[in-house]
């Protein structure tokens, strides 16, 4: 390995290091702004300047590799001038409105120019002015500030996948624009805003709401998706006035969605601070004691065995842990979280996780995707098989319905058509990728929900399985069978066993009982247009939840809820790795953490001689039983290899084609669907299907 000398210190690195990298290792600060380190090298800023011994002038350390004996200087006279100068050229023509600038306090150019500038610029002349750019309704621009470093349309090409934007004209005429002034069409927009150095793309829904130094942060995670994004939740005083991500390199690395970044100006919309019971057809406010006498008087009537429970897409391990431990106290079998019909095994953990870490796809050599929407359902999945085949060597075929032409995938692909029949030709080895797959190394497969809510979805999932040991995809070390989850909740309830217990309905019995009268009392923890109101209008319904959204209007007594910022919760994403929320500000009104409205719940009914007090008093206690009822809960931010088997199943394909599967993103659960941002994206960016759901 070479050696190189920055500043009389040695070190050692690797080859293809450059000097600006091994600068680093050795915490010697060289200033840069088109320099990203997940981005392509476009050394087009000049601000990293150093001096190289026997060099005739100074170099780009950004770009520059290491050589062996090379020796610089980081700090010299000339490495002095040539920072000042490149600071007066970008300066000349930037406009003097930092004390209105959005980027303000956290703006590179400030910082840089406050470290390494001259002070005073020697420019005494008219500057220029460059026209705002309309980029789509996350991202508000003021162009005349860019100062050309490229970041936005290198991550929009290399990361976003959509090449959208790019420079025009040249010397003082360049700008940054999208050519047609169109929106720019990729669920990472956001992002564009983070790797700007300046002011130039800032965030149209923040704009002008606040300054860094006024905002309160807290680490948290993303729950509008399984992923598990590591975030950080600013608030100032009772709102939430964004969400900026925070670096986990296993899971979104640097980036996060824009519905993680911008769903957030819902949580302070539409919103259940105070039980409702409802009256002659309509809700009336109540208190919290009126509501659990409803309950328990209700309950007092009817047998455990007709009593049933259902777990939304953004409830909490803690909270299921309770609303299962209740219905255990009621006799009730009939208990699901698997709200979507999704054809899921719980034989063994390994057959309903993606079992290959988010981080070792960027190992990935072959892809085989069965019926998975990853970009609309996973984001951060989807951005890792972009980054992987930029690296070359990847290959990927997908079977399944045809997707939005403007969000296509953005990795290269073979399509397979939307017959499931190909599996079937595939597990033969009679296909043209079947060698493809055989020859692979690291192989993966990856089912999506559109699969697996079929019919016939456990006979897909099977012949994935089947397929997944034909090719060896599950070998020691590796295991590529994935089922790629689209719900924050769904692995946690999976890990608690809130399934159908012996003799107890799934989702979809439990709607047919509630209509036939088998089922007198169902209780839904978050569950909102995913249960039919047609079919379960004539049971009993308590709606617990954070906002005024279907399962609400439809519910008999109604119980406020806490929203993920307002509660340390776990949650546990597709990978099956166990991470915490942490309370960010405090609920609205008389809302509650879930798990402790169900423990009050719980004392309310063991005094009307229905049940039973749940035997946990505080989150402690809560998360000790937690990890009581599954040890996985104990190991937080860790990955466990889980156990596999193959699957089996009776039932046949059948003959019917994957349906098209449509960009859904932006509302897919309640708290997006109440976003004003989120709704401005539908309207601007999709081709938005009716609202509505039929009850099928």
């Not at 210190?9 to 290091?17: N, S, Y």
């Not at 490229?150 to 929009?156: E, S």
């Not at 259902?310 to 909270?319: N, T, V, W």
């Not at 969000?407 to 290269?412: E, L, M, P, S, Y």
Request: charged share 25%; aromatic share 6%.
């Amino acid at each position: 390995m070479p050696k190189i000398t920055i500043d009389g210190r040695e070190i050692e690195v690797e080859a293809g290091t450059t000097v600006l990298q091994a600068a680093r290792q050795l915490k010697t600060e060289i200033p840069v702004f088109c320099y990203h380190e997940r981005l392509d090298v476009a050394g087009n800023c000049r601000m990293c300047l150093v001096e190289q011994e026997n060099a005739p002038k100074p170099i780009a350390s950004c770009a520059m590799p290491v050589m062996d004996g090379m020796v610089i200087r980081t700090n010299t006279e000339k490495v002095q001038k040539a920072r000042e100068g490149v600071l007066e050229f970008l300066l000349m023509n930037h406009p003097l409105d930092c004390p209105i600038c959005d980027q303000g306090g956290e703006c590179d150019l400030q910082d840089i120019t406050m470290s390494y500038g001259r002070g005073e610029s020697r420019y005494d002349c008219h500057k220029r002015a460059v026209p705002e750019k309309y980029m789509g309704p996350l991202i508000k621009t003021f162009m005349t500030r860019c100062i050309h470093c490229t970041r936005c349309v290198r991550f929009a090409d290399r990361v976003g996948g959509s090449p959208e934007l790019g420079g025009v004209a040249r010397g003082e005429n360049a700008e940054i624009t999208t050519y047609l002034d169109a929106s720019i069409k990729t669920e990472l927009a956001g992002n564009l805003v983070d790797v700007c150095p300046v002011g130039a793309l800032t965030s149209r829904p923040y704009s002008y709401q606040g300054r860094p130094w006024e905002l309160r942060r807290t680490n948290s995670i993303d729950v509008h998706d399984a992923v598990g994004s590591n975030i950080s939740v600013q608030t100032f005083g009772m709102k939430v006035r964004r969400i900026l991500p925070r670096v986990h390199e296993g899971i979104n690395e640097e980036w996060i969605s824009d519905k993680t970044r911008h769903a957030c100006d819902a949580l302070a919309l539409q919103r259940l601070d105070q039980p409702y019971i409802k009256e002659k057809g309509k809700l009336r406010p109540a208190t919290f004691e009126e509501a659990f006498s409803k309950i328990a008087s209700k309950l007092k009537k009817i047998d455990g065995k007709k009593v049933a429970a259902l777990a939304g897409d953004l409830a909490d391990c803690e909270s299921m842990l309770a609303l299962k431990d209740l219905m255990t106290g009621l006799d009730s079998p009939h208990l699901d979280c698997v709200i979507d019909n999704a054809a899921l095994s719980t034989k063994t953990r390994g057959q309903y996780l993606c079992n290959t870490p988010i981080a070792d796809l960027e190992k990935v050599d072959f892809t085989l995707i069965i019926g998975a929407n990853i970009r609309a359902d996973a984001a951060m999945v989807h951005t890792r098989l972009r980054k992987r085949y930029l690296q070359g060597g990847f290959k990927a075929a997908y079977v399944g319905g045809a997707l939005d032409v403007d969000r296509d995938f953005t990795f290269a692909y073979e399509n397979l058509g939307d017959d499931p029949a190909i599996l079937e030709t595939l597990l033969a080895g009679k296909h043209s990728i079947s060698k493809k797959l055989k020859v692979a190394k690291n192989p993966i497969i990856i089912v999506g929900y559109d699969a697996l809510k079929r019919s016939d979805g456990k006979a897909i999932l099977t012949k994935a399985s089947d397929i997944a040991q034909k090719y060896k995809v599950i070998k020691e070390g590796w295991n590529g069978f994935n089922v790629l989850h689209k719900a924050a909740s769904r692995v946690g309830g999976l890990d608690l066993g809130f399934t159908p217990q012996r003799g107890g309905f799934d989702k979809m019995k439990i709607e047919k009982a509630c209509e036939s009268g088998d089922i007198e009392f169902l209780y839904l923890l978050g569950v909102d247009d995913e249960i039919c109101p047609t079919k379960t209008k004539k049971a009993f319904k308590v709606y617990q939840g954070h906002h005024g959204d279907v399962g609400a209007h439809n519910a008999d007594v109604v119980l406020p809820g806490a929203a993920y910022t307002e509660k340390n919760a776990t949650y546990v994403n597709l990978e099956g790795r166990v991470q915490q929320t942490y309370l960010a500000l405090n609920s609205p009104g008389e809302a509650k953490e879930d798990w402790k409205i169900l423990r009050a719940l719980s004392a309310v009914l063991e005094a009307a001689k229905v049940g039973k007090t749940l035997p946990y008093e505080t989150l402690e206690d809560v998360r000790e039983h937690l990890i009581k009822v599954n040890p996985i809960f104990k190991t937080l931010d860790e990955i466990v290899p889980a156990t596999w088997e193959p699957l089996a199943s009776k039932t046949a394909l059948k003959n019917t084609n994957f349906p098209p599967s449509p960009f859904d993103f932006y509302r897919t659960n309640v708290i997006a669907r109440q976003s004003p941002t989120m709704a401005k994206c539908v309207q601007e960016l999709c081709h938005p299907e009716p609202m509505e759901k039929a009850c099928v």
